[in-house]
Nanobody
Framework: QVQLVESGGALVQPGGSLRLSCVVS????????MDWYRQAPGNQRELVAS???????TYTDSVKGRFTISRDASKRSIYLQMNSLKPEDTAVYYC???????????WGQGTQVTVSS
């Protein structure tokens, strides 16, 4: 079973920065698109950022210009650099891919990001 392990979440003040990491238990060389999601209490999980195998990136409007997604296939990892954090960014962040889910992948534990003064 494919496993994903997220890390890097923390309590940070508004305006601060964090870098999230996600390690996948199998190669991501051929995975067309990897995604970062987040879920705040009482809300549905939302797609935050995506990156394709040729490094085309897309972002939800609320994080454009503040978040940057990247991938390193040699480390089976994707990353989310988050700058200028706002309280509304508070959520549990998850990484995944529709392709990995289709071949038996599951959701990891996620990593908690809390933005508060």
């Amino acid at each position: 079973q494919v496993q994903l392990v997220e890390s890097g979440g923390a309590l940070v003040q508004p305006g601060g920065s964090l870098r999230l990491s996600c390690v996948v238990s199998r190669s991501i060389d051929s995975i067309w698109q990897m995604d970062w999601y987040r879920q705040a209490p009482g809300n549905q999980r939302e797609l935050v950022a995506s990156i394709t195998v040729n490094e085309i990136t897309t972002y939800t409007d609320s994080v454009k210009g503040r978040f940057t997604i990247s991938r390193d296939a040699s480390k089976r990892s994707i990353y989310l650099q988050m700058n200028s954090l706002k309280p509304e960014d508070t959520a549990v962040y998850y990484c995944n891919s529709a392709e990995l889910l289709a071949i038996g992948g599951s959701w990891g534990q996620g990593t908690q990001v809390t933005v508060s003064s």
